[in-house]
């Protein structure tokens, strides 16, 4: 089945060249041009991503986000002139779920796109569906995190960087290996992603088990538990 893309950009080029390199992947795309219109074109169609542009000539694309959080966790790609870290950071903080500044590579673009879409519905083939560690369950096919009982549902992201930490319980991975082996090369020096995935996290987390995600100054984060029990 293809993937409906809506596109909120008021640039008619950028527009043009979006929907023909995304139409030749067989993507449908459908566009917007203003906040307003983003909001009902989305609505209407509820497609599978946005690709959002950040200034519009109603407002800012940031209240798109936002409005869009308030009722879905389909992908969101920001795309702006604006390539200031803490810009990135805020929408990432946001909801949008990867930022792209322009002038951009539309090979790239596509590739990023075809990766949202990918780990939004990812297939998951673990080695054990359940994993054990200490007090938690992680259970990766239910993309939950069982701690004594309580059930702490998980997103995509959180849950790759779950089970990269508890394959090697109490040993650091890299902040760089971490973005490699969960957004893929692309993105290796994009710190801001992981610093953001564990906050998140931590949030969850922290109520049930306390300083489980354990973080440590240039060698990256673990799994504060001695070792794995056994299933």
């Given at each position: 089945?293809?993937?409906?893309?809506?596109?909120?950009e008021d640039?008619?080029?950028?527009?043009q060249?979006?929907?023909?390199?995304l139409?030749?992947?067989?993507y449908q795309?459908?566009?917007?041009?203003?906040?307003r219109?983003?909001?009902?074109?989305?609505?209407?169609?509820?497609?599978?991503?946005?690709?959002?542009?950040?200034?519009l000539?109603d407002g800012?694309?940031?209240?798109?986000?936002?409005?869009?959080?308030?009722?879905s966790?389909?992908?969101?790609l920001v795309?702006?002139?604006?390539d200031?870290?803490?810009?990135?950071?805020?929408?990432?903080?946001?909801?949008?779920n990867?930022?792209?500044?322009?002038?951009?590579?539309?090979?790239?673009?596509?590739?990023r796109v075809?990766?949202?879409?990918r780990d939004?519905?990812?297939?998951?083939?673990?080695?054990?569906?359940?994993r054990?560690i200490?007090?938690?369950?992680?259970?990766?096919t239910?993309?939950?995190?069982?701690?004594e009982?309580?059930?702490?549902?998980l997103?995509?992201?959180?849950?790759?960087?779950?089970?990269?930490?508890?394959?090697?319980?109490g040993?650091f991975?890299?902040?760089?290996?971490l973005?490699?082996?969960?957004?893929?090369?692309?993105?290796?020096?994009?710190?801001?992603y992981?610093?953001?995935l564990v906050?998140q996290l931590?949030?969850?987390?922290?109520?049930?088990?306390?300083?489980?995600?354990?973080t440590m100054?240039?060698?990256?984060?673990?799994?504060?538990?001695d070792?794995?029990e056994?299933?």
């Amino acid at each position: 089945m293809s993937h409906t893309i809506l596109i909120v950009e008021d640039d008619a080029n950028i527009r043009q060249m979006l929907s023909i390199a995304l139409g030749a992947e067989g993507y449908q795309c459908i566009d917007a041009t203003s906040v307003r219109e983003a909001l009902s074109t989305f609505s209407q169609y509820h497609p599978d991503l946005v690709i959002l542009d950040l200034g519009l000539p109603d407002g800012e694309g940031s209240e798109v986000l936002k409005r869009i959080r308030e009722t879905s966790r389909l992908p969101i790609l920001v795309l702006s002139a604006r390539d200031q870290e803490i810009d990135k950071v805020d929408l990432l903080s946001r909801g949008a779920n990867d930022y792209v500044s322009k002038p951009f590579g539309i090979r790239e673009l596509v590739i990023r796109v075809k990766v949202l879409l990918r780990d939004f519905n990812p297939v998951v083939e673990p080695t054990m569906p359940t994993r054990k560690i200490g007090k938690i369950e992680l259970d990766i096919t239910e993309r939950r995190l069982r701690i004594e009982g309580e059930s702490i549902v998980l997103a995509p992201k959180e849950v790759q960087l779950l089970d990269e930490l508890t394959k090697h319980p109490g040993a650091f991975i890299s902040q760089k290996e971490l973005l490699r082996r969960i957004w893929g090369l692309h993105h290796s020096e994009d710190t801001h992603y992981i610093r953001i995935l564990v906050r998140q996290l931590r949030k969850k987390i922290d109520p049930f088990e306390k300083d489980l995600i354990e973080t440590m100054p240039k060698q990256g984060y673990r799994i504060a538990v001695d070792k794995p029990e056994a299933n």
